[in-house]
């Protein structure tokens, strides 16, 4: 359901796209900008088009709740393919939550999730974070190619450092998102009891162990700090 890719996609995506360039002549600058713009447009269309088809199933499911002005739907597992709360966003953004994880969860702590979810409203998108990636990805493989070929290698240092980079910037929007539901309130003690569940329920999905979270325990430990510097506490 997330449009993103974890570290082992963007490998391979990378290796996939540097070996279909090398098998080329050694070609033009602008043979190469043109590849790193189809390579984007292509990405950005699936995107739009994966998007459109994750909205209208989230929005087949069951309606429950709306917050802060944001639609919450529950869905079975198979639709989102792990057990977790996602969003969405959107011009008008809607949030999914897990039929199992629903149950397990107490009203406060889905009230924590819920509004972490809201938190990446207001971190950056996740179509720009998107982008991004797939333009490390393009850099990356087309740097490769020019690297193979005699050519400087900043190109394919720069793709690889946005690409690394993104994956930093995703486990700093998920602890944005955590300080913001903290700051709305929710508890500190619920967001941590909702998230260490979550994750005890995800154990054996290891996309989910690729997705940009944080590990656990250091995020425990954000939270644990946020909360104390909202109480005005040492």
């Known amino acids: 359901m997330r449009q993103s890719y974890g570290i082992i996609e963007i ?21 190469n900008i043109i590849c790193i713009l189809v390579i984007l447009i292509f990405f950005i269309l699936k995107n739009r088009y994966a998007r459109r088809v994750c909205k209208e199933r989230i929005t087949s499911g069951q309606k429950i709740d709306t917050i802060e ?31 199992e994880v629903m149950s397990k969860l107490t009203d406060e ?22 982008i991004l990636q797939i333009l490390g990805v393009a850099l990356s493989a087309v740097g490769l190619h020019l690297l193979l070929n005699g050519e400087k290698y900043i190109v ?8 690394l980079g993104v994956e930093f910037l995703k486990r700093y929007v998920e602890c944005e998102a955590d300080k913001y ?7 500190k003690d619920n967001l941590i009891s ?24 250091a995020r425990i430990k954000k939270i644990g700090v946020e909360e104390n510097g909202k109480n005005g506490t040492s």
């Open 156 to 163: 394919c240092v720069i793709g690889i450092a946005i690409s």
């Open 181 to 187: 539901a903290v700051k709305r309130g929710c508890g």
């Open 109 to 130: 702590e889905r009230r924590a999730v819920l509004l972490h979810e809201c938190g990446h409203s207001h971190t950056f998108s996740q179509q720009h974070i998107y």
């Open 69 to 99: 002005d944001m639609d919450v739907y529950v869905l079975d597992y198979e639709e989102i393919g792990s057990h977790n709360v996602l969003i969405l966003q959107g011009e008008e953004s809607v949030i999914a939550i897990e039929k």
């Open 11 to 31: 490998v391979l995506a990378i290796i996939l796209l540097g070996l279909t360039f090398c098998s080329l002549p050694k070609v033009s600058y602008y043979f």
């Open 194 to 217: 909702a998230i260490t569940k979550i994750e005890g329920m995800n154990e054996k999905n290891t996309r989910i162990k690729t997705s940009g979270h944080p590990d656990l325990q």
